[in-house]
């Protein structure tokens, strides 16, 4: 089976995050950049697939430069090979425009089976798998917990806020996962050491046949006007206890519909 | 002069800083977590040892050859230094296991390493060194230990004491005299198996600090094994003994820093939550000196550690000064700055729900095991006046 995993580097959630001040874009300096945590699920969910039913996994990303260090990390975890798409006239793509990049570098590796994370935790938008499937025009089954391959029959436990629902399709198909579907490995000595002589192939928009103005600021459907940081966190709500401070703290519990 | 990102000298090439991140990523998750636990019960750590079985990381220097990750001594230290931040006792499971295949690395037949080494590449089995005696430490060539011939059998009789992972260890490097009339010279290297009948452990020692990793006494009564288990040439063992611990010191050198990374790290994120007087403690000068010069101190031994690790890759002339300095001022430094760290928490630091008093105690092997620094220091000395 030919799985490609898309792949997407962030500004580390765990550091101090902020958008660049003269285009409001993501501010990829500032912070250290990592793999997009749900990301790593779907690498280990492909390699998974892989190992049952054989084949090849692909990572896909599309980023500037520096997104091969994120790379070079996904191929450690033991997919088989990489291609980035890198183009300057990329920065500033609103997730349309990914959708149709992404989309166009898929039809050019032919997947089987396309998994990826169910948000990134810097646009959080998980709209791209819905938009990446409609453009290749096959099935999205998104926000699994578990995902079944029986020949070319993809079953998936879809998770919703109330449980989860048994969706299936055949390949090809997009897949996207939360972390609850597994734990991804670590990359392992030897995977560092194999990582550095896996191919990374890049490709530009023109070998994609995708002119610069359907994307980057050009072909954006929607602008980014300005920002603010949010708000400092106010001081909160101080209960002292004169003898009824068990009731106004259940008060406020049931408040915030706690209890 | 300008600023020039292409100039590589003393930076670590990308991989091994790879490396630090992906062991310090599984160490953080899966090793910490059993740190204090493996400390207060002197139970060997089984979680952390699958954890770094599963990333390579329990031998990563064993050579492809034989089945393992192939490390170079940089990148072995490296991931040394890594476990030992979040677990000292953890640590000694890659830095033992260097240290009793060194031998075999260093000296035995393609025969006897491919039987060997292949096992703990897979993670089956650990290797002990055992050269120490109750009345033979600092004066290993006076070891009692006795290899007598018997066809084309050896049988071994004698004590090893002070054996790290004992009981654990699935093989075991002996050094035993073969000829006692020729002193130093007389003295060979064995791979004994924990099957072999007459092997046998004493009881774990008692010890203040490393308490994850047992360490036991290794009894030999007339333990027969086959010649073909000699490590080298009859009476090279204590040469062979010898040139290891110039590998191997660096391997204790990154533990110390690892150690002293782990207090450093607690006692840096302490003291800026910690408030006395109105304000965190880390802003008064008294407390940034100390945290300044444990820094210093801190990544002198790392840069010389590191240098020390290169020297050994590459096999070095002066490997044996720089494995001693390294060894011995790591540690050092590893004592003063946990004891700093403690120091730096106050009564909290001197109790066990804080985990630098551990690391203090840790640190305290390291100036002792694999030659006192007091030996480092005579190693240097001959050294620096041999010529």
């Given amino acids: 089976m030919n799985i490609v995993v898309l792949v997407k580097q962030v500004p580390d959630s765990g550091a101090d995050r902020s958008l660049r001040p003269d285009d409001n874009t993501v501010d990829r300096g500032s912070a250290g950049n990592v793999i997009n945590e749900m990301d790593e699920y779907a690498i280990e969910e492909a390699l998974k697939v892989r190992e049952a039913h054989g084949g090849e996994v692909t990572v896909l990303t599309m980023g500037p430069d520096r997104a091969s260090e994120s790379i070079r990390k996904a191929l450690s975890m033991g997919p088989d090979r990489a291609v980035h798409v890198l183009d300057d006239a990329l920065h500033g793509s609103c997730a349309v425009a990914t959708s149709k990049v992404l989309a166009a570098a898929l039809g050019r590796l032919g997947a089987d089976l396309v998994i990826c994370g169910a948000e990134s935790t810097d646009g959080r938008v998980q709209v791209l798998p819905h938009m990446i499937a409609e453009r290749l025009g096959v099935a999205a089954l998104t926000g699994a917990r578990r995902l079944a391959v029986d020949g070319a029959t993809l079953t998936v436990e879809r998770q919703t806020e109330e449980g989860y629902e048994v969706v299936t399709a055949s390949t090809p198909a997009v897949v996207s996962v939360w972390d609850t579907i597994n734990e991804p490995r670590y990359p392992s000595f030897k995977g560092i050491m194999a990582a550095k002589k896996k191919p990374v192939q890049t490709l530009s928009l023109a070998d994609l046949g995708i002119a610069g103005s359907e994307v980057g600021f050009d072909g954006a459907t929607s602008t980014v006007l300005e920002h603010t940081r949010r708000p400092p966190r106010s001081g909160g709500t101080k209960v002292t206890d004169e003898g009824s401070g068990g009731v106004r703290l259940v008060e406020f519990l049931a408040t915030e519909k706690f209890v | ?387």
């Fill in chain 2, 1 to 387: 002069m300008t600023s020039e990102p292409s100039f590589d000298a003393y930076l670590l090439p990308e991989e091994h800083e790879a490396v630090r991140e992906a062991v310090r990523e599984v160490c953080d998750a899966k090793v910490a977590p059993n740190a204090a636990e493996a400390d207060e019960t002197g139970e060997f750590p089984k979680a952390s040892y699958e954890a770094l079985k599963a990333a390579d990381f329990h031998a990563p220097h064993i050579p492809e050859e034989y089945g393992g990750a192939g490390a170079d001594a940089l990148a072995t230290a490296i991931v040394i230094e890594e476990v030992a931040r979040a677990c000292a006792a953890s640590s000694l499971i890659p830095a033992v296991n260097k240290l009793g295949t060194m031998p075999l690395l260093l000296a035995a037949s393609d025969e006897l390493k491919r039987r060997y080494l292949p096992p703990v590449a897979r993670g089956e089995a650990m290797f002990s060194y055992c050269l120490s005696e109750p009345e033979a430490g600092s004066d290993a060539a006076s070891m009692l230990t006795r290899a007598v011939p018997d066809g084309d059998h050896y049988v071994l009789n004698g004590v090893k004491r002070w054996i790290t992972n004992a009981g654990v260890s699935e093989y075991y490097t002996v050094f035993a005299v073969t000829d006692p009339a020729a002193r130093s010279r007389g003295i060979s290297a064995f791979v004994v198996e924990k099957s072999d009948p007459g092997i046998s452990f004493g009881a774990p020692e008692k010890k203040l600090g490393i308490k994850g990793s047992p360490t036991r006494e290794v009894y030999l009564d007339n333990v027969r094994i086959p010649a073909d288990r000699m490590i080298g040439d009859p009476g090279t063992g204590f040469g062979t003994a010898m040139k290891t611990l110039d590998h191997t010191r660096v391997t204790i050198a990154a533990q110390a820093l690892g150690i002293a990374q782990g207090a450093l790290d607690y006692a840096r994120g302490y003291v800026r939550q910690r408030r006395q007087f109105g304000k965190a403690v880390a802003e008064f000068q008294g407390v940034q000196f100390m945290l300044a010069d444990m820094g210093m101190k801190l990544e002198a031994a790392r840069q010389l550690t590191y240098a020390a690790a290169g020297k050994s890759e590459r096999g070095d002339a002066d490997l044996t000064y720089f494995g001693a300095a390294a060894k011995c001022f790591a540690s050092d430094a590893a004592m003063e700055i946990t004891t700093d760290a403690v120091q730096l928490l106050g009564g909290y630091g001197y109790t066990r729900d804080y985990p630098v008093e551990r690391m203090m105690r840790d640190a305290k092997i390291t100036q002792i095991y694999e030659g006192t620094n007091q030996v480092q220091r005579i190693v240097m000395a001959r050294q620096l006046l041999k010529d």
